[in-house]
């Protein structure tokens, strides 16, 4: 599921050339850092604000990672290749601040990526307040490209492509839509008590329903409608 993720952020790097590190702010458990050192030979760190989330990553990753903000992050300026932030930015009361400090951590022709739940589709016109992108009180700031375009701009980057499929989140993200209570993560967070056998049957039919809303979230995002945005960014020439 992560590797249309990793084949994006490759793409970025063999189209920059920069070498240096490679940060992934709000790495959570560094999955996907280990995956990306692992494919490209490439020096890796994380950053999470959670203290927990970056235990993890060292323990079960392997991958360095501190517990900080990046606008006070302890990382030399100028010194990444690429940057990454996956579902990061609309968690923030501030995005401007990470998006500037970005642009000084990175190399000249380094590359920033981001991700977003993305405002302006489909599933939320479909939906509504029901849309699990909204995620309400988790995520504070709702974004369309036009936005993320216009924050970019600000902060001294230069959009350079987008992508509005992700296999990882626009069909489970549907399907969260549809039917919350199914949802392995949510169930798990809240602890409901399940038996083995209820738990396995709920896997099974959230992952039907997963499939099944497979074509529809194709759809959108040939019409640039998908339910989420990748942007890389480079800095203004």
């Known amino acids: 599921m992560l590797r249309d993720h990793l084949r994006f952020v490759e793409r970025a790097l063999a189209q920059s050339k920069e070498q240096g590190l490679i940060l992934d702010v709000g790495c959570g458990g560094g999955l996907f850092l280990q995956m990306l050192r692992e494919r490209c030979q490439r020096q890796v760190a994380g950053l999470d604000f959670s203290l927990d989330a970056a235990h993890v990553a ?52 380094g590359r920033l990526i981001l991700q977003v739940p993305n405002a302006a589709c489909w599933q939320f016109l ?44 626009n069909p ?32 099974l039919i959230y992952t039907a329903l997963v499939a099944s809303c497979l074509p529809f979230t194709i759809l959108e995002a040939a019409c640039r409608a998908g339910s989420t945005v990748m942007v890389e960014a480079r800095k203004k020439k």
């Open 172 to 203: 489970a993200g549907m399907a969260t839509s549809l039917a919350p209570l199914l949802d392995p993560m949510a169930r798990r967070l809240r602890e409901i008590p399940e038996t083995p056998l209820r738990r396995l049957w709920k896997d």
């Open 126 to 169: 479909l939906f509504g307040e029901r849309w699990n992108g909204i995620d309400v009180p988790r995520h504070l700031i709702n974004f369309r490209l036009s936005d993320i375009e216009t924050l970019l701009d600000h902060c001294g980057f230069e959009v350079v492509r987008t992508k509005h499929f992700s296999l990882r989140d």
């Open 58 to 109: 060292w323990r079960r990753s392997g991958v360095p990672a501190v517990c900080a903000t990046l606008s006070r992050a302890p990382f030399a300026s100028g010194g990444c290749a690429a940057i990454t932030m996956f579902h990061v930015v609309e968690h923030l009361y501030d995005p401007a601040s990470y998006l500037e400090a970005a642009h000084q951590l990175l190399r000249p022709e």
